[in-house]
């Protein structure tokens, strides 16, 4: 069975640092995908990134990057120049694959990481 | 605009007493999905749908019911709620086929059961 795990409950940065936030994971697929969401205290998702596990290089989205070590099975979440409004829970998901290789759809979360924002 | 809406935003109802929460997309997605949010253990699958018709279950399905009938709505049917179901619950849709589809979320439900 497919396992995230988000081992930071909190953390803590200065504005215009970066953090990283970190995410493992357990699979027995060969082809998954990597996603993270952001929940601002109004409640929303909001989809940040996204990595698949062919994929060679590191996703990219602006201020976000996704540190993907498949040997290591992780996928941490780098966000760039900290910004007050990046202060919200962040999850980590994955998505499942069926035994024909396609995707039921089904995502598989974290725990979550409250990011805090200091000015 | 695409968006998956969901209704009532904030729900405040007692033991026993019957609940619907809709949700509808306008992506045509095949596939929709519930999920409730607890905190300390993010969100879990409740039912999906795979296309009209087509609904099976998801981690945690007791005390829940769906239905798909038409592509666009994803209803979830509490029978008879109870506390233990007081929770944020997220529907959610996609396209299918591949792992690199994003799932669109709804706007959030939040459930009070007393």
């Known amino acids: 069975a497919q396992k995230i795990t988000q081992t930071q409950p909190g953390m803590f940065v200065q504005e215009k640092e970066a953090v990283t936030l970190d995410c493992t994971y357990d699979?027995?697929?060969?082809?998954?995908?990597l996603f993270w969401y952001k929940q601002p205290s109004s409640g929303e998702m909001i989809f940040l990134i996204y990595?698949?596990?062919?994929?060679?290089q590191n996703a990219t989205e602006g201020r976000y990057s996704l540190n993907f070590q498949k040997a290591r099975k992780s996928a941490n979440l780098v966000i760039s120049a900290s910004q007050l409004g990046d202060s919200a829970m962040y999850f980590c998901a994955m998505r499942e694959v069926n035994a024909g290789g396609t995707s039921y759809g089904k995502l598989t979360f974290g725990q979550g990481t409250i990011l805090t924002v200091h000015p | 605009e695409a968006q998956v809406t969901q209704n009532p935003r904030y729900l405040i109802t007692v033991t026993g007493k019957k609940l619907t929460v809709t949700c509808s997309q306008n992506?045509?997605?095949?596939?929709m999905s519930w999920y409730r949010q607890d905190p300390g253990l993010g969100l879990r699958q409740i039912y999906y749908?795979?296309?009209?018709?087509?609904?099976d279950k998801g981690d945690v399905p007791e005390g829940y019911k769906v239905s798909r009938k038409e592509k666009r709505n994803f209803p979830l049917i509490l029978e008879s709620p109870s506390p233990n179901q007081t929770s944020l619950y997220f529907c959610a849709s996609s396209l299918t086929g591949g792992v690199s589809y994003e799932q669109y979320f709804g706007p959030g439900t939040r459930l009070t059961v007393t």
């Open positions: 990595q698949g596990s062919y994929d060679e």
């Open positions: 699979t027995s697929d060969q082809s998954y995908g």
């Open positions: 992506m045509n997605h095949e596939y």
């Open positions: 749908s795979m296309n009209v018709e087509v609904t």
